[in-house]
């Protein structure tokens, strides 16, 4: 891996197109109703590190030969936030994971009531189909990478059949198979579906597809993997979340199944097994990289 990629200016750099498309795409808070146009730019500016629309930015760019970013592409990155952010909103409800941090601050059920915070997913969701439709790629690629999306954030293998899994699952003995198909799902599912998506938009072939999905699907585990270490050896105020939650509602967890020190062991395999499937792009894959290793290696 070159030694000349810096995670931090690649994350900064996705922060910035990603906070400036959805400033742009994102209703003005004083746009009547302006209750939830404030409760949704209170979740969605509320300090994301914007991972997944890196990961699609970062998938994009390695596809081009000049690792130049497609135009438009950081409207599919913002699109993709507003799925994250809708989920986040819908899961920290009293009804879900009932929690009243997240990103640091009061979650958006706290702020301004469980009814306005449920309609703010819901818009969430829809702007974000909107803006998929109206992306600036080549038609049949725009109505695949809806697909895609749809297919990962759904009910079947998806990211809401993985929160119904994981809700299904507190108070019972966590097996491999388990905790193994809950994070595929729930968090796994949006991760590979990031990467694919921007690799799709920069003009993916089958054989590039079939790629960054192996590559996608193994990140994807690391990274929950890790999020289940965190929580369980981080406090709230580094988290910038509730922690410990998960062994509190028998939350079922790479750790309780397989102990923290082989989850960080599975983490790292992962990834090297991830980058395996990139071989084929050489240094053109570096930044894609560089951003997987830091999602294994971060400390919140």
Not at 287 to 293: E, I
């Amino acid at each position: 891996m070159s030694a000349t990629i810096d995670v931090t200016e690649i994350l900064r750099a996705g922060v910035e197109a990603t906070d400036a498309a959805l400033e742009r795409l994102l209703p003005a808070p004083d746009a009547v109703p302006s209750s939830i146009h404030r409760a949704i730019r209170h979740s969605t500016f509320a300090g994301g590190k914007r991972l997944r629309p890196v990961l699609a930015m970062e998938a994009a760019r390695t596809l081009r030969r000049d690792r130049a970013l497609p135009a438009g592409v950081e409207d599919l990155g913002a699109a993709i936030e507003m799925l994250h952010t809708y989920s986040l909103i819908h899961d920290d409800l009293p009804a879900l994971d009932n929690d009243d941090l997240r990103r640091g601050k009061p979650t958006c059920h706290v702020v301004f009531g469980e009814a306005i915070a449920i309609l703010a997913g819901d818009a969430l969701q829809t702007l974000a189909y909107q803006t998929l439709a109206q992306l600036r790629c080549p038609a049949p690629a725009t109505v695949e990478i809806i697909r895609l999306i749809a297919e990962a954030t759904g009910t079947v293998e998806g990211m809401i059949g993985g929160q119904v899994l994981d809700l299904e699952g507190e108070g019972t003995r966590p097996t491999a198979e388990s905790v193994d198909a809950i994070h595929r799902a729930k968090t796994g599912a949006l991760i590979r579906v990031s990467i694919v998506t921007g690799g799709v938009y920069a003009g993916a072939t089958p054989e590039d597809v079939e790629r960054l999905t192996i590559f996608g699907r193994k990140a994807g585990l690391a990274f929950q993997i890790v999020d289940d270490v965190l929580d369980m050896t981080q406090d709230s105020a580094h988290l910038g979340k509730t922690a410990g939650k998960d062994l509190a509602t028998d939350k079922a967890t790479w750790p309780a199944v397989f102990g923290i020190e082989a989850s960080r062991r599975d983490a790292a395999r992962l990834i090297d097994e991830a980058f395996a499937a990139l071989e084929p792009y050489g240094p053109a894959a570096d930044g894609l990289k560089t951003v997987a290793r830091f999602l294994v290696e971060r400390t919140n």
